[in-house]
């Protein structure tokens, strides 16, 4: 709804990511954007790939290789092409670990539903989870909860640019905003991810919770909390 009343009659595109490995709602999108006549920017769901001609170029020139912006290209290296060609063949075993390691963390750390929101898989996706997102409540300072994760050798990282018109870099820059943008906001304030790497072991992912536990168990941490 909030995706279909942000278009306005100077709207030529829908952008959207599939964050941390779950997909977002693909039928919805491209409704949006065939009732528009937006182009929904995915890998070739133009259709058109071969038909296009833009520029001084000749008609049909793949539109991959079409640069409307002066930028920079850095390829990979043949040893990191190499590499990457080993890795494919265990692409299976990876997925299936990163569900089963996001399904321990899930379980683990359910009974804090009350503290904390815990993703969410789409019932049509098998997503392919890397990380695993949570939000902390208004009672809980997500600051406090990543310090005392990282000091038990849990890294962290923030879901990326949160509401990325707060960012230095994007204030001054020429933009529309519709609504009020407090997902986002809540986002960049209250949401972090720990990574599902294929190489945790049962015991790390234990660590991690129970690193959880001492947390909300410590009434010492929970008042730093408070006081954020």
Request: glycine share 8%; charged share 20%.
């Amino acid at each position: 709804m909030q995706l279909a009343e942000a278009i306005s009659p100077r709207t030529r595109a829908i952008v959207l990511p599939h964050t941390l490995g779950n997909p977002f709602a693909l039928d919805v999108a491209t409704e949006l954007a065939q009732e528009h006549d937006l182009y929904l920017v995915e890998s070739n769901t133009c259709g058109k790939r071969f038909g296009w001609s833009q520029g001084d170029l000749p008609p049909g020139y793949d539109h991959k290789y079409i640069y409307s912006h002066v930028g920079f290209n850095l390829k990979p290296t043949d040893l990191q092409a190499a590499i990457s060609l080993a890795q494919l063949q265990r692409v299976p075993g990876f997925v299936e670990a990163g569900r089963r390691n996001f399904a321990i963390l899930h379980e683990g750390l359910s009974p804090f539903s009350d503290r904390l929101i815990l993703p969410i898989t789409d019932p049509r996706a098998e997503a392919s989870w890397f990380g695993f997102p949570i939000t902390v409540h208004e009672t809980v300072s997500r600051q406090s909860l990543v310090r005392w994760l990282e000091t038990g050798n849990i890294e962290t990282r923030s879901v990326f640019g949160g509401n990325i018109l707060r960012q230095p870099g994007y204030r001054d820059i020429e933009h529309r905003v519709f609504g009020s943008l407090e997902g986002s906001d809540r986002i960049a304030r209250d949401t972090f991810f720990i990574g599902l790497h294929p190489g945790l072991t049962e015991e790390m992912l234990a660590h991690v919770v129970e690193r959880f536990e001492r947390f909300f168990a410590d009434s010492r941490l929970n008042a730093a909390a408070a006081q954020h």
